[in-house]
């Protein structure tokens, strides 16, 4: 099976909810020394929506350096504002990005012709590759496999989708759908517990968050999929369902990822951007258990 489980790593933040580019650095160097398939900086997961564009910049010109080409780089770059979108990436792009991802547009209830409208002007005017981002239960829009394979066909630039939906239903429907004509586009899974579903029906693995602190189970299970070991894939599912009720400890998931990293030695702060608060002391407990349960602490 041909599958990659990229990390779509958090951003490190001080207590005053700025970058903290050295501390991002370390997290990138982590998850390259523990075998991650690639990085994706600026994700949900990675507070895009709170961090503005000089500081987005100023990310991606240290990630783009840290990660100096030894594993694919990739780029959150959506913006509801076209043109804001569009140069973003470009920027991202002409640093070194190995493509951008483009969250579709949100708030407003939008018809699909709005939908491939904006995909559509994105695509024409960035000067490299794209995945689209599905996300649901944030935009309130669902990209359908209908649609995405309007866009397969009329973009070549458009070379995956990041399918973060709680039904692997879809997902499996995209895939039959969309590589039926389009065998490279690339479908990624974006929960964790979807990697094995994901590879066994031909898809091409997950962009999900537990690899940020448990980047050795990601890997593992990666390479395990990558050798058709299908004994090892089995228990590495067991141990990535173990971690997922990680994402249940608090209504906020993403300080208590970023409490996990730090439990397990990552030299980062807990802060995230306000108004998310850090993990406290009871969610602090329940997220060390669950990391001992899983032999990771």
């Not at 700025?18 to 991650?36: C, F, P, S, T, W």
């Not at 879809?170 to 479908?187: E, G, L, S, Y």
């Not at 906020?252 to 951007?273: D, H, N, S, T, V």
């Amino acid at each position: 099976m041909n599958v990659r489980w990229i990390t779509p790593a958090v951003t490190a933040m001080s207590r005053d909810g700025h970058v903290d580019l050295e501390a991002n650095e370390r997290i990138y160097q982590n998850l390259i020394e523990k075998g991650m398939d690639g990085i994706l900086i600026l994700g949900s997961i990675g507070e895009f929506y709170a961090i503005g564009l000089e500081e987005k910049k100023q990310l991606i010109d240290r990630a783009v350096s840290a990660v100096d080409g030894q594993v694919p780089l990739y780029v959150g770059t959506g913006h509801m504002e076209i043109d804001e979108c569009v140069n973003l990436s470009n920027y991202a792009l002409g640093k070194g990005a190995r493509a951008v991802v483009v969250i579709s547009p949100y708030y407003m209830n939008l018809p699909d012709s709005a939908i491939l409208n904006f995909y559509g002007q994105v695509a024409r005017n960035i000067q490299g590759d794209m995945i689209l981002y599905n996300f649901p239960a944030r935009t309130g829009y669902d990209l359908r496999p209908d649609l995405v394979w309007k866009l397969a066909g009329n973009y070549q630039n458009i070379i995956g989708l990041k399918d973060t939906v709680g039904d692997m239903a879809h997902t499996r429907a995209m895939i039959q759908k969309v590589k039926k004509d389009f065998p490279n586009f690339q479908i990624y899974s974006g929960f964790d517990e979807f990697f094995g579903h994901n590879a066994l029906s031909g898809g091409d693995g997950c962009i999900a968050g537990l690899s940020n602190f448990a980047p050795e189970v990601a890997a593992g299970n990666a390479r395990a999929a990558r050798t058709d070991d299908l004994k090892s894939m089995c228990l590495y599912q067991r141990k990535v369902d173990e971690l997922m009720s990680i994402y249940n400890v608090g209504q906020q998931f993403i300080p208590m990822i970023k409490k996990a990293m730090i439990l397990r030695g990552m030299e980062m702060e807990p802060f995230c951007a306000q108004p998310m608060r850090e993990a406290d002391e009871g969610e602090t407990e329940e997220i060390q258990s669950i990391l001992k349960q899983a032999k990771l602490l």
